[in-house]
């Protein structure tokens, strides 16, 4: 689970940089298993993309623990604060 607990400290330290918002809408995406532009995925910089696909990983894992609540929790509030134009 560390790169969920990761994404949330990241979300939570700058929710208005573009890759927190990017990795938000995915959590979002996976949590509601709603399409997601992959093309948004490669946009990150090198380190967002590498943990965005650490997210994939753990949440194919493990699609029930905590730390991903936490996480869809705050990605809920990331997208109610800074909606998509």
């Not at 997210?55 to 996480?71: A, F, H, Q």
């Amino acid at each position: 689970m560390h790169a969920i607990k990761e994404a949330r400290k990241l979300i939570e330290k700058n929710p208005a940089d573009p890759s927190a918002q990017t990795l938000s809408r995915l959590v979002l995406a996976l949590e509601s298993e709603a399409n997601f532009p992959i093309a948004h995925i490669y946009q990150l910089n090198f380190e967002s993309f590498a943990l965005a696909l650490k997210i994939l990983e753990e949440w194919r894992l493990d699609r029930y623990s905590s730390g991903k609540v936490r996480l869809f929790d705050l990605s809920l509030q990331m997208a109610e604060l800074h909606p998509r134009p």
